[in-house]
């Protein structure tokens, strides 16, 4: 049950600033190519009308509109000096298709408005029950029949280690009213459980993972995700519950890795694999399986047909960018000759398949950050006939399941729209580059052109 009511939340948020950043998860391009493989035919987001609820000092909003200038965005959030500060970002940027308002999402009038993609990050479990309700309500009543909703929320069973964690830091950080002397305990908090949970601890603490999260994170993000009075975390299906009870049901995570099979021990595969369960069930097992702290969801009417499983043929409309560094030893494309891709973090991907490894090479050389699947296409048959290999007609189906496999396992970002990474340089008034130019000046970090935000490592 939650105990703070919206004018306290509303104070809080106005005590310390939220640093609104940019996900590039929650960005149209990226929703919309999810919802195809799925079979729901989203709206194009050159054009989308685009609502973020939450939306705090409007970056993510804003990095948008700069990419979409023919799209309508509009954010909302309870905290006016946020809202303030999104308007002035606004207004320097002179973006047309972009506005903001103060409101509660109680009491907002959303006036007969329909959306193609609402986003909510970063909202659902840290506000109360009655406007987590009214998030649902929303989105039935504004989600266009194709539309897709992006709600982000905490999860169990993960959330146990999270909540003992957000524990340890109120008890550091108590008897401190000023957030800023919070938010520097709390620092100082995440860095002393990292300690605690160092090599020499006990293993299976489960505040060891914990405290590398608390680590990496801004404190400003601590003191409002981590020690603000609501943390509520919920069960997968739980939240599917509520969901399905307005008229909503699941299309996917944003982050198709979150769905890699891998997640599944051998052993407990072929159990699965022996006693099938539904979709919903089984998300809710890889959250078992994975200790899952945090979902990012995304949601469609239940009226819209959707097929539970990938379709590889949508990739062919795609554009596709390699988003980690990954390197092979031995350079060998020929049938039946296994090659092993890897990415720092220790992810493996190995095929024999000719077209799979000139894609995976190809990718990994290409200097712009993306590329169009018929590009690619072509680059790959290219590279086969100069080496004489197979190249037949299904050369485009063999490339777009090794792209969605790519994408499953986290190597590739999939997007409906690569127009501002194909390696053409911006000029210097196109909304985007001024986008940089106003991170620059804040002293913020920049984005790429896939619209990924740098990261800043925290002291
Ligand atoms: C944790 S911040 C997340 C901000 C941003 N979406 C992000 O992820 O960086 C939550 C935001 O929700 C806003 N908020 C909380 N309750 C709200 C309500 N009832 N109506 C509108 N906005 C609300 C807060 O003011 C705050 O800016």
């Not at 993609?117 to 039935?140: C, M, N, T």
């Not at 620092?187 to 914990?210: D, I, Q, Y």
């Amino acid at each position: 049950m939650s105990i703070a009511n919206d004018s306290a939340l509303a104070e809080r948020y106005q005590a310390q600033a939220y640093a609104s950043i940019v996900f590039s998860f929650s960005h149209p391009d990226r929703l919309a190519a999810i919802a195809r493989l799925h079979g729901l035919e989203a709206a194009d987001p050159q054009t989308a009308r685009v609502l973020e609820i939450g939306c705090a000092s409007g970056l993510n909003l804003l990095s948008i509109a700069a990419c979409f200038p023919s799209a309508e965005l509009l954010g909302i959030d309870l905290d006016g000096v946020a809202i303030q500060k999104a308007c002035q970002r606004q207004k320097s940027l002179g973006l047309e298709n972009i506005r903001f308002e103060q409101s509660d999402l109680l009491e907002w009038d959303s006036d007969g408005l329909e959306f193609d993609y609402i986003i909510a990050h970063g909202f659902f479990s840290w506000v109360p029950d009655s406007v987590k309700e009214q998030l649902l309500v929303r989105i039935q009543q504004c989600l266009a029949p194709n539309g897709v909703a992006l709600i982000s929320y905490l999860t169990q069973p993960g959330s146990m280690g999270r909540e003992a964690a957000r524990d340890f830091l109120a008890l550091h950080t108590s008897g401190n009213k000023s957030p800023h002397k919070v938010m520097e305990r709390a620092r100082e908090a995440a860095h002393f459980l990292s300690a605690l949970t160092s090599s020499r601890n006990p293993p299976g603490n489960p505040l060891a993972p914990v405290a590398d999260y608390l680590l990496r994170k801004n404190p400003d993000v601590l003191f409002h995700d981590e020690l603000g009075p609501i943390y509520d975390p919920c069960y997968f299906l739980q939240f599917m519950e509520w969901a399905g009870e307005h008229g909503l049901q699941f299309l996917s995570e944003a982050r198709l890795v979150d769905h890699a099979p891998e997640i599944f021990p051998e052993a407990a595969r072929r159990l699965l694999d022996d006693s099938p369960i539904d979709r919903l069930r089984l998300e809710q097992y890889r959250d078992y399986a994975a200790n899952r702290s945090f979902r990012r969801s995304l949601l469609c009417p239940a009226a819209a047909r959707l097929s539970p499983v990938p379709d590889a043929s949508a990739v062919k409309g795609f554009s596709l960018s390699l988003n980690v560094r990954l390197s092979f030893e031995m350079l060998d494309l020929s049938e039946g000759v296994s090659m092993r891709f890897e990415t720092p973090s220790g992810v493996v991907l190995t095929t024999s398949e000719p077209v799979a490894k000139a894609a995976y090479c190809l990718l990994s050389e290409i200097k712009t950050v993306s590329v169009s699947f018929q590009e690619l296409l072509r680059r790959v048959t290219a590279t086969l006939d100069s080496l004489s290999l197979p190249n037949t007609e299904d050369t485009a189906k063999q490339l777009s399941n090794a792209l969605l496999l790519g994408a499953y396992r986290g190597l590739l970002d999939l997007s409906l729209d690569g127009s501002l990474s194909s390696g053409q340089p911006l000029s210097d008034d196109h909304p985007f580059s001024r986008l940089q130019a106003l991170l620059a000046e804040e002293g913020l970090p920049a984005l790429d052109t896939w619209r990924r935000q740098m990261r800043r490592t925290n002291p």
